[in-house]
């Protein structure tokens, strides 16, 4: 499944529960709210770049599927982890949170667990 491109951020859900859930401060959530974050996703087979632009704030992971790295959360946390590939998605824990991430077309769907709060992000496709 080809990962690779740029997307716009279109809809999410769960988005200030799950920002409450993480621990970012309240005026951190409020300053994202509106802001349509965009990816950028590099594949080189297993080899991945993603580079997250959040209005000024950058955030860029980098990892090679099954072999450990480390990773930048939500919160700006480094975290060890494992990215693993199955099937069509990309699945990773951070500190609790359970990440799964799929193209479907031109879309990327992102799923975040923290316990019961399920954030989901739809992104589109825009180069």
Request: net charge negative; hydrophobic share 35%; aromatic share 6%.
């Amino acid at each position: 499944m080809a990962f690779a491109g740029k997307y716009q951020l279109e809809s999410r859900e769960s988005f200030e529960p799950f920002m409450k859930a993480i621990g970012l401060p309240d005026l951190q959530t409020q300053n994202r709210r509106d802001i349509k974050s965009v990816s950028e996703v590099e594949q080189n087979g297993d080899d991945f770049k993603v580079t997250v632009t959040t209005g000024t704030k950058v955030m860029v992971n980098t990892f090679t599927i099954g072999q450990e790295c480390e990773l930048d959360t939500p919160t700006g946390e480094k975290v060890k982890t494992v990215v693993h590939l199955n099937g069509n998605k990309l699945t990773v824990s951070l500190n609790g949170i359970e990440s799964v991430t799929e193209v479907s077309g031109d879309y990327i769907l992102n799923t975040m667990t923290l316990g019961d709060i399920v954030y989901k992000r739809v992104s589109k496709r825009i180069s």
